[in-house]
Every structure is written in structure tokens, then in C-alpha cells.
């Protein structure tokens, strides 16, 4: 059975963070969840903290490492941005997964989508993604989006491939530059940089 690590980049985002964390536990694959903590002042890690219920606590160079059964919690001691704080939160623990489920703070994911994704993987495929659901918080509608099926030239084009996929650790560490995998110096279309840097490879 492959080991999948959900991680989820967070910085203020309390209001959808639990529905997130839950999403992450709910999944009929088994999952460790990784939250990373980007210094949020809303009352995120009390949030993250209960759900995840840590049971140890190490630090490394400013940073807290909460670890518990279902997931840890690394909390940041400054803002970093979206790309250092995935970045971190893949390097810290790469050894211990084959996959990492990408997941926004404030998206959910189908219980069984980590299962649905991985069903397609092999050792040739770095990527999977899906089509997705845009839900008006307002009014309760949804919207499908689908999402192409994988081109070379479309992803050129634009960014075809959805945030929230799950990628294959080797992929990950085919892009590795020093401490990177996610470009820091991006904090808005980091994952569009991401697929065509594993796309070159």
C-alpha cells in the first residue's frame, strides 16, 4: 500500500480550514494530513491542534513540528508564503511518503479522490488531477469544472492541471533546486510553474 501524505498550505484561512482537515481524514484511502502553518493570526493552529491532537512536539531551526497519528502540524515562525510553506512541509517529510495530495485551506475534497487518483498512477505518471466543483457559499450552486485531458502544448498555453493533484514523490524530486520544488519567490501561480518544470523532465 502506498503512503499518501495530504498537505495543506494555510495562512488565515480558520474559516475553511476544518472542513479541509476533515475532508483529508474522511478519504476512503488512508491519509496523513500535514498542515502547514504559515504564522496565521486567526486561530488556525488552536483549529489544526484539535482535530490533529499532537501528542509530541520537536523544533528545527524556528520551526514547530506538532505530530500526532492522523497528521502533524508544522507552525512557521513567520509568513512565508504558499510555496515556502509547501515546500517545507514536502522536504521535512519526503522520506516517509510515495504521494502527496495536494489541498488548499479552503477546498474540500470526494471522500474516495485520493483512491480515484491513485487508481490511474504507475511509476511513468508524476501527476493526477480531476475535474472539480466550484460551490457558491451564498446560494449553495455548483458548478462543474472540467478539466482537459493532459496536453503538453495546452498546458503551455494555460494551466490546465488543477492545484489540488496528487503528484508522485519521485516527480517531486526530479525539480528539486536546493531547498525548492515550489518556486519561492511565487506566491500566485506556483503550481502552474510547478507542471512545467516536471514537464521538462
Known sequence: MYKVATLIANHNYAKYLDAA??????????????????CSTDGSRTIAMSILKPSKMHKQQDIEYH???????ICLPKNMGPSI????GILSTIKEFDY????????????NKIEKLLSV?????????????????KTGTVIREY?????????????IVHSGSLVNKNALLA???????????RSCAEDYLLWTKLCKK
Not at 67 to 73: D, F, I, N, Q, T
Not at 147 to 159: G, I, P, T, V, Y
Not at 175 to 180: A, I, K, P
Request: with cysteine; charged share 30%; glycine share 4%.
Open 21 to 38: 482537515i476533515q475532508s483529508a481524514l474522511n478519504q476512503t484511502y488512508p491519509n496523513f494530513v500535514i498542515v502547514v502553518d504559515d
Open 67 to 73: 505530530v500526532g497519528e492522523k497528521g502533524m502540524l
Open 85 to 88: 510553506a509547501r515546500n517545507i
Open 100 to 111: 502527496y495530495q495536494i489541498l488548499d485551506a479552503d477546498d474540500i475534497m470526494y471522500p
Open 121 to 137: 498512477m504507475d511509476d511513468k505518471v508524476g501527476v493526477a488531477y480531476a475535474d472539480y466543483d466550484q460551490v457558491n457559499i
Open 147 to 159: 478539466k482537459e485531458d493532459f496536453s503538453l502544448k495546452r498546458l503551455r498555453e494555460e494551466c
Open 175 to 185: 525539480v528539486l533546486e536546493g531547498s525548492n520544488i515550489y518556486d519561492p519567490n
